[in-house]
């Protein structure tokens, strides 16, 4: 498969990524990732106990960071989520959290579910989608072309062929 892309000049090459889409992007030798953005001592028990597979399960684990209300950022921290982490065998789950937190900082911005992509001015607004919506029941419907550059349902939107 690797062989046709090759061949076939495909990359992928993502114009623009919905949130969602970011989350769904492989947490493990991401594109977006700088150089020097993983440890294998530090990230195995992201991957064997957390089992840390996308950039969403990243941030999940992350997100524990700002429980301050039920969460105590120090490595004795006896909140639900920790003690859960120790019981599956993680150490120091405030350190994984502070890995997968890192690991999220590292990615470009184009890739990182934190950062907002800039406003193109391309998309439809409110309105004119649901008059696309009407449009679409109708027979003589008329639909407005949408020009957004935003992918926003799979990935594989994102593959792109250059000749």
């Known amino acids: 498969m690797l062989k046709t892309a090759r061949k076939h000049n495909m990359s992928f090459a993502p114009i623009k ?10 947490a493990w030798l991401h594109l977006g990732a700088q150089p020097r953005t993983y440890n294998k001592n530090k ?13 969403k399960d990243l941030r999940s684990l992350a997100r524990r960071l700002k429980l301050t ?3 105590n950022v120090s ?11 120790r019981l599956a065998g993680c150490k120091n789950p405030i350190r994984c959290a502070q890995v ?19 406003k193109d001015n391309l998309t439809l607004t409110h309105r004119r989608k649901e008059k696309n919506s009407q449009a679409r029941t109708q027979i003589d419907g008329e639909i407005t072309f949408d020009p957004s550059i935003t992918s926003k349902n799979h990935l594989s939107e994102c593959f792109r062929i250059f000749v």
């Open 17 to 26: 990524l919905s949130k969602d889409l970011k989350d769904q992007m492989p």
């Open 43 to 55: 990230d195995e028990c992201l991957q064997t106990l957390h089992d840390v597979k996308s950039v």
């Open 69 to 71: 209300n039920t969460h």
């Open 75 to 85: 490595a004795t921290c006896h909140c639900d989520l920790c003690s859960a982490d």
């Open 100 to 118: 997968a937190q890192k690991i999220l900082n590292n990615l470009n911005p184009t890739y990182n579910p934190n950062t907002s992509p800039k």
